[in-house]
C-alpha cells in the first residue's frame, strides 16, 4: 500500500484523490490518498512521515511551507519557490513543483498548440505565474510578456529571471496594443466571474486563450476572449490532471495516462 495525501486548507473541494486513484488503477497499484487540514504544518508533514508515507501534494497555503520545510529541491522548486509535490525517502523530503510543466504538458501534449516562437502573454504575477514561468520559457516563445494590475509585481518576477534576456519583459496593461498567439490567465479573477480589464487589441482571430481556473461553466476570461474573437479558449483542467499525473511519477516512477481522467473529471463538474 503506498501512503499519499495532499494537505491544504480548504482542501474538502479538491480532485487529488479522484485522480490519484484513478492514477493508480492504471497500474494495478494499491494507494491510500487522503486529504489532510492541518491546524499546524509540521505537525502533519511529521505524522506522514511516521505514517511511512511515499510523499505528499501541496495546495494552497501550504506550497511556501512546504519548499522551506524540503531538505532538497529541484532546479523547478527552486526557481519558484514553490512545492507542490513532496517525495519522501525516509527522513529526507524532496520538493518537486509540477505546475508548469503539468501547463506545459497540456498546452503542447494534449492540444498541440506550438510555443516555440510564440508570442505569449501571461496574465498575472502571482503564485501561479511563478510556478509557470520557467517551463514557459523553456518553450522558446519569441516573447513572454507579464501584465499586472500591480506592474511592480510582475517587473519583480521578470527580475528573477535576468538570464530570458528580452525574451522576458514586464508590460502595463495601457500599453498592450499587439495581438499575441497565447494569452494566459494566471489569475484567480476567473473564480470571481471578472473579466480582464486589457485592451480587446491583444486577442485576434489567430490568438489562443488559456485560464489556468476551470469550472462547470465558461471562465469569465475565456468568455471575454470568445466575445473579443479569439480562435480558441480552453481552461486548466487538462493542467491540473497533468500536474498531478508528474507528482504521480515523481512517487511511483510511473507516468499515468490523463485522458479518460480528463473526461472522468469534466464529468464530475456537470
Not at 516562437?117 to 496574465?123: G, Q, S, T, Y
Not at 474573437?229 to 480552453?234: P, S
Request: proline share 4%; hydrophobic share 40%.
Amino acid at each position: 500500500m503506498i501512503r499519499l495525501a495532499v494537505v491544504g486548507d480548504p482542501i474538502a473541494h479538491s480532485r487529488s484523490p479522484e485522480i490519484h486513484y484513478a492514477f493508480a488503477a492504471q497500474f494495478g497499484l494499491a494507494i491510500d490518498y487522503q486529504k489532510i487540514r492541518p491546524e499546524r504544518f509540521e505537525e502533519s508533514v511529521a505524522a506522514l512521515i511516521a505514517s511511512g508515507a511515499r510523499g505528499f501534494n501541496c495546495t494552497v497555503p501550504f506550497k511556501g511551507a512546504a519548499f522551506e520545510r524540503c531538505d532538497t529541491l529541484s532546479p523547478v522548486a527552486q526557481a519558484t519557490g514553490a512545492v507542490n509535490t513532496v517525495v519522501i525517502e525516509g527522513d529526507v523530503l524532496h520538493g518537486e513543483n509540477t505546475d508548469g510543466d503539468g501547463l506545459l504538458r497540456d498546452l503542447m501534449h494534449n492540444l498541440k498548440w506550438r510555443l516555440a516562437d510564440a508570442r505569449i502573454l501571461l496574465i498575472g504575477a502571482g503564485g501561479a505565474a511563478r510556478g509557470a514561468l520557467p517551463s514557459l520559457l523553456s518553450a522558446r516563445p519569441s516573447c513572454l510578456h507579464l501584465t499586472n494590475r500591480t506592474l511592480s509585481r510582475a517587473s519583480e518576477l521578470v527580475s528573477t529571471r535576468p538570464d530570458a534576456g528580452s525574451v522576458l519583459s514586464a508590460v502595463a496593461g495601457s500599453e498592450l496594443s499587439e495581438s499575441y498567439d497565447l494569452v494566459i490567465n494566471a489569475t484567480s479573477a476567473g473564480l470571481r466571474e471578472v473579466a480582464p480589464d486589457l485592451p480587446a487589441s491583444i486577442i485576434s482571430s489567430e490568438t489562443r486563450a488559456y485560464d489556468m481556473v476551470y469550472g462547470s461553466n465558461v471562465t469569465a476570461f475565456n468568455h471575454w476572449a470568445t466575445r473579443h474573437g479569439a480562435r480558441e479558449c480552453v481552461d486548466g483542467l487538462g493542467m491540473l490532471a497533468e500536474q498531478a499525473a508528474l507528482s504521480f511519477s515523481h512517487w511511483t516512477g510511473q507516468l499515468p495516462e490523463t485522458r479518460d481522467v480528463m473526461v472522468q473529471l469534466r464529468q464530475g463538474l456537470r
